[in-house]
C-alpha cells in the first residue's frame, strides 16, 4: 500500500516562508517522479515544481520559479517543498504527487498566506 502523508502547512505573513515535507511509505523515491501541486478555492489543480528520478532535474511553474524549491531526501523517503518570499496568492491545499508503478497522491496540506 502506497501513503504519501504532507505536512509542514499553516499561516504565514506575506514574505515569510514554510517547508513542506511530504512522507512516502510503499514506494521508493528515489525511482518516483515527484510533484507538488496546488489547488486554491475555485481553481484547477496545477503544478508547482517537479523533480525526476534520474538526475534529480527539477521544473517549476513560473510562479514558483527563485521562491520555491523541491528536494528529496533518499534516506527519509521523503519530498520536500521550500517555500520562500511567500505571496496571498500561493494560498492553497498544497498536494504531494509520486508517479511510481502507479500515480498516488497525499491528503494535501493547507498553506494560508495572509496578514
Known amino acids: 500500500q502506497v501513503t504519501l502523508v504532507e505536512s509542514g502547512g499553516g499561516l504565514v505573513q506575506p514574505g515569510g516562508s514554510l517547508r513542506l515535507s511530504c512522507a512516502a511509505s510503499g514506494i521508493i523515491v528515489s525511482r518516483s517522479v515527484l510533484s507538488w501541486y496546488r489547488q486554491a478555492p475555485g481553481k484547477q489543480r496545477e503544478l508547482v515544481a517537479r523533480?525526476?528520478?534520474?538526475?534529480?532535474?527539477?521544473d517549476y511553474a513560473e510562479s514558483a520559479k527563485g521562491r520555491f524549491t523541491i528536494s528529496r531526501d533518499n534516506a527519509k523517503n521523503t519530498v520536500f517543498l521550500q517555500m520562500n518570499s511567500l505571496k496571498p496568492e500561493d494560498t492553497a491545499v498544497y498536494f504531494c504527487?509520486?508517479?511510481?508503478?502507479?500515480?498516488?497522491w497525499g491528503q494535501g496540506t493547507q498553506v494560508t498566506v495572509s496578514s
Open positions: 504527487n509520486a508517479v511510481y508503478t502507479g500515480n498516488y
Open positions: 523533480i525526476t528520478n534520474g538526475g534529480d532535474f527539477t
